[in-house]
């Protein structure tokens, strides 16, 4: 009998419902990792409630078994998922649904999972899955012999892969992209961790890295980027480097990691990692350690020693909702060690213990630092470095409901401790980083805002706040007068009002917005911290332009009346393409200028901003066909409409092609030691040779010493799911790191998912 039949009698939808529910569930717990397959991969919602459809060329049901069959292109659908097979046997006394033979699963996204027999058992808490082949929308491939989902919200697959790429054979019939095999691949759906046993990574079709085990707590791209890898590198100081890092022991709350490295200059050097990892948090300790064999390779004093090395920790523990706290620390024999033997690519290390609790109106962070600088840095030098004792910040929101507006309360409690004054001169300009002392400045400030829109669309927010410092310096410099205590009271008023006018024709949307703000603060002090020691960089740009307070860090503050005007004009077009200008000028009206008083940093000297008038500074960014992208700051003496800094960028990239071309330029600068104008132009260009492959150059030229600035080139293979490359970099005389050569090297696995790990990074190599 052939037939088509919805189940009614002797098959109850709910049971159906139940089995495809389950189905669906079971299967959702093999996904990975948010990056590696899609988001919503096997994880839509079933409704049990929603109706279930059966069909099939045969339905039969026995009486006496209590079994009913459903034969013959069998399709099981509800809430968007379908389930397709040859047989289909539903025991209705051990509530169990199987299929047997081959079976395709399609859920609600397109997501496709092929497998030789579907088995759910034990009321329909464990599922067995034979040959299971899973095909997800965006390509990805994921493979096993078999698969059993127990009780435990395990997935257990046997001789699995993953391979993002599919078969990873393209159209050519050449290999591509990346894949990952293992003998057995447990998932936990309880924590989101990972176990693989005999884990190989295959590149190109090609066998690379092997592993007896690897346990992750997670798949997410941020714990896939901390695997240790294989590393190869060159310095004059310590010849060839071999790198090969080995899990001694890894499971889900404990990696002990061993890094054995030879060099062909200095011999052996011993690494050890332990990561503890707890419910709450994760602590790790790593030291790494050697005997020289040639301290001559060195020029630094502190180097030239028979045993160096180092050791570090931290931690970062959640002990309560919305709380994190944490410690980091280094301690080192010598502060070039870690440099020279090329494990770390950093300038500094911070030790620092910090505790930081952040929710949906309140943000609190406290922590005690000390810096220290890597590299040749003496002990005279390292002692310029301050202490953070403490650096306590805390910022509060309070809705006061609709149309009364919010209150804002902030606060900072800033120590610094510095064991000598930190000074340099450029082109006989002296400059002062810190003192050599104590500092403490507590700063508080509270504000109230709200926002008035008027007819025609006008906005006007107005703001009412105030600000208070207590500061102390003990006076210890030489360079200062001596101990000081400073208190100041800053009570603050502004407004800002805008009129967004938009316009369209159907297909483009033009917003124009004419801006202007008058802030007011009443105070004459700005060194509200006596010493600056986070306040010293300033631009004047279209980012800080509409503003209240542009400097950059707590020890500075704006004062006096001041009025900034200008606008914004935005253009969206139905190609894709699109403009975006801001422009405007500020006002110094009344009260003492800060950015006239530039401090020991000499900080906003010649900014535009330390005169009455300022510059006119303007923002420009768009573009204008597919691939296309243009940029471009620019800032306007308007006494005499001299340009004092500019910036100009392009770019193109489509279809493997690819170009950029930069230009900046910024006036002389006497006030800051810049005696003579900095001008450079560059670009570069990525020129696609063959399929995959792709060359790199790059040429920067410094137009007012008439000299080169940098020249580079490379090769890159990227294939969209993995990318290698090589580059090589060579600077010219007046670069900031002149005459210098780099190689930088390239790796990175990618997923359509939007996975993207892996290295892109520097190798050392000899000076020439």
């Known amino acids: 009998m052939n037939m088509k039949a919805k189940a009614r009698r002797g098959m109850p939808p709910r049971r159906l419902a139940w089995a495809s529910a389950l189905l669906a569930l079971t299967l959702s717990t093999s996904v990975f990792a948010q990056g590696i397959v899609p988001r919503d991969f096997f994880s839509a919602p079933v409704n049990p409630a929603a109706p279930v459809g059966v069909e099939a060329n045969t339905l039969t049901f026995d009486s006496r078994t209590n079994i009913i069959t459903a034969n013959g292109d069998v399709v099981l659908s509800q809430g968007g998922y379908t389930v397709t097979g040859q047989n289909l046997v539903y025991d209705r006394a051990s509530n169990s649904v199987k299929f047997v033979g081959a079976v395709s699963v399609r859920d609600p996204s397109g997501n496709v999972a092929d497998m030789t027999d579907l088995d759910i058992t034990g009321g329909m808490k464990q599922a067995f899955l034979n040959s299971l082949t899973i095909t997800t929308y ?21 001789q699995a892969s993953y391979a993002p790429c599919g078969e990873c054979i393209d159209d050519a019939g050449r290999r591509i992209g990346w894949s990952v095999n293992a003998s057995r691949i447990t998932y936990n759906a309880e924590d989101g961790s990972l176990y693989l046993e005999q884990p190989t990574l295959s590149l190109l079709g090609i066998p690379v890295a092997w592993l007896p085990y690897l346990w992750l707590p997670d798949t997410s791209e941020s714990a896939l980027a901390n695997l240790r890898m294989p590393r190869y590198d060159y310095s004059e100081k310590t010849g060839h480097v071999l790198e090969v890092p080995y899990y001694a022991y890894a499971s889900r709350w404990t990696d002990i990691i061993l890094t054995p490295t030879l060099m062909s200059r200095q011999g052996f050097l011993m690494g ?19 005997y020289q064999l040639d301290q001559t390779a060195f020029t630094f004093a502190e180097a030239k ?9 931290s931690g970062e523990f959640k002990p309560v909702t919305d709380w994190t706290v944490g410690w980091s620390y280094t301690a080192f024999t010598d502060a070039a060690y870690l440099k020279d033997y090329l494990l770390t690519v950093g300038k500094s290390t911070v030790n620092q213990v910090y505790a930081t609790q952040v929710n949906d109106d309140t943000f609190i962070d406290a922590r005690v630092q000390q810096f220290n600088l890597l590299g040749d840095v003496a002990a005279s030098t390292q002692a310029q470095q301050g202490s953070t004792l403490p650096a306590l910040r805390f910022s509060h929101i309070e809705e006061l409901g609709p149309g009364n507006g919010r209150v804002e309360i902030s606060g900072r409690l800033l120590g610094v401790q510095r064991g000598a004054d930190a000074t340099r001169t450029v082109n006989g300009v002296p400059y002062v980083y810190g003192y050599e002392g104590n500092k403490q400045h507590l700063s508080l400030q509270a504000g109230w805002q709200t926002q008035w829109i008027g007819g025609g669309g006008f906005v006007a927010t107005p703001y009412l706040g105030g600000r208070a410092d207590v500061a102390y310096y003990d006076g210890t410099s030489p360079l200062l007068p001596g101990a000081t205590t400073l208190w100041s009271a800053t009570p603050i008023a502004a407004m800002d009002v805008r009129f967004p006018m938009a316009a369209s024709d159907g297909s483009t949307v033009h917003l124009i917005e004419p801006i202007a703000q008058v802030a007011w603060r009443g105070s004459d002090t700005t060194s509200v911290g006596i010493t600056n020691d986070d306040a010293q960089s300033f631009v004047f740009d279209d980012t800080n332009l509409f503003s209240y307070n542009r400097f950059s860090g707590g020890d500075r503050q704006e004062t006096g009346l001041r009025a900034t005007v200008g606008g914004r004009y935005q253009a969206n077009f139905a190609d894709g393409g699109y403009i975006e200008l801001i422009a405007g000028q500020s006002f110094h009206i009344a009260g003492a200028n800060a950015f006239a008083t530039p401090g020991q940093a000499n900080t906003a000297v010649g900014s535009g901003m330390d005169a009455t008038a300022s510059y006119a500074v303007l923002g420009a960014y768009g573009s204008f066909m597919p691939g296309v992208k243009v940029g471009g700051k620019l800032q ?13 960028s392009a770019s ?9 071309l930069g230009y900046t330029y910024m006036e002389a600068n006497p006030g800051q030691g810049m005696v003579l104008p900095r001008q450079e132009i560059g670009g570069e260009v990525t020129v696609p040779v063959a399929e995959y492959w792709s060359i790199k150059a790059n ?13 580079g080139g490379g090769v890159v293979y990227d294939d969209g799911y993995l990318v290698i490359g090589a580059n090589a970099t060579r600077t010219g005389p007046t670069h900031t790191s002149p005459n210098d050569t780099r190689l930088t090297a390239t790796f990175r696995l990618k997923a359509p998912a939007g996975l993207n790990v892996g290295y892109s990074g520097a190798v050392a190599v000899p000076d020439f």
């Not at 965006?138 to 046997?158: F, P, W």
């Not at 020693?305 to 920790?313: E, K, L, P, V």
């Not at 193109?652 to 950029?660: C, E, L, M, S, T």
């Open 138 to 158: 965006d390509g990805a491939r994921i493979t096993a012999d078999s698969v059993d989902y127990d009780a435990a919200l395990r997935t257990l697959m046997e």
């Open 272 to 290: 050890a990692e332990w990561i503890q990892r707890f419910d709450s948090g994760s602590f790790q300790i790593k030291a790494s350690g050697l």
């Open 305 to 313: 020693r028979d045993w160096r090395g180092a050791i570090q920790t």
């Open 636 to 648: 306007v003496d308007p006494a005499d409409l001299q340009v004092a800094r500019a910036g100009l």
């Open 652 to 660: 193109y990239n489509q279809d493997g092609w690819g170009a950029a």
């Open 699 to 711: 040429s920067y030229w410094d137009l007012t010493a008439n000299n080169w600035l940098q020249v």
